[in-house]
């Protein structure tokens, strides 16, 4: 199947878009401020600091307030380890929260500092997830309205999702929509849709209305197969619960989309909601060359913007010129005006 990807280098962050043929099937995000932080694909040196037989693995130090965690189960071959030990892993998967990422061991180091020794680009990780992977440099404005709580089943009916820190949870609202059993149907094939394009995963429960006939049920499970057999990530399933629910695993080695860019509420963070509003600025910059531009934000914004976690002002300046100003406004938002 031909795979191409849209990648998009903004201020702050770096998108992609993945389509099989014409369809649309994941959405990336790396941000400026994650970049200190191990992602998948990140080769590190640490030092093994404590072995934990009751998880099979040991913990690791990988520098300063970073963490890590490699399985003895899934590394065969690897050598006995001791504490004290260095030794150089792959970040197999990212940190949760709270959670250590989990490393795949490549080789004992016998001196040496703990730290990165090479980060992976978006590109690179896209490159290792997908063979002969084309790329394509373009605006990728979709991943802007990707991480909707609550989705419209056509023909009726909603999907909702909630993450909690535990697992996400998924509410399927038959509504006013058709029999019981379509509106299942229809919404598995937008759950899995929905779980591959926006990165989530972990422990998912999801609530459908009920299926009494015992037939209804296999139905489902059968079709639920069939909706994440070309998943790339690991996907395992249990039986539906005497109450409805369907339970399933879904691998995730990189934060996922609303981890990066919502609250735990849904709602957009202030680093979201400034990273917009620098690229519609840029954009009007564009449409209109020569000038003057004023950005009206919101005192969230401003406050991410003036707190110079990321060197935004010097990026933007390379890119369109000293040509514009911002000021704070009371109303929530932001929005562009060009003076010529």
Known sequence: MKR?????????????????????????????????????????????????????????????????????????????????????????????????????????????????????????????????????????????????RKISLKGGGTVTFDQTEALLAIDVDKAQGGSALEVCLTALDLIAAQLRLRGLGGLIVIDFPNLRQAKHRNQLLKAAERAFENDPAIVKLATLSRFGCLEMTRSKDYPSLDSLMNTRFGEATAETRAIRALRQLEREALANRGANLTLSVDSGISSWLESNVIDWNDALHARIGARYKINVVDTKGFSVQADR
């Open 4 to 148: 191409r990807a849209v990648i998009e280098e903004a201020i702050g962050e770096t998108r992609a878009a993945v389509y099989e043929g014409r369809r649309l099937v994941e959405l990336h995000l790396t941000r400026e401020t994650e970049a200190g932080l191990p992602q998948a694909g990140d080769i590190y040196v640490g030092r093994v600091t404590q072995l934990e037989p009751s998880l099979n693995g040991a913990f690791l130090k990988l520098g300063a307030n970073l963490s890590g965690f490699v399985s003895f189960a899934n590394n065969r071959g690897m050598p006995k380890l001791v504490e004290g030990q260095l030794i150089e892993g792959v970040v197999a998967q990212a940190a949760g929260e709270g959670k250590a990422c989990r490393v795949r061991f490549s080789q004992v180091i016998t001196s040496g500092d703990v730290g990165v020794v090479k980060k992976t680009t978006l590109k690179e990780r896209l490159s290792s997830r997908f063979e002969a992977i084309s790329f394509d440099e373009a605006s990728v404005s979709v991943i802007d309205e990707a991480t909707e």
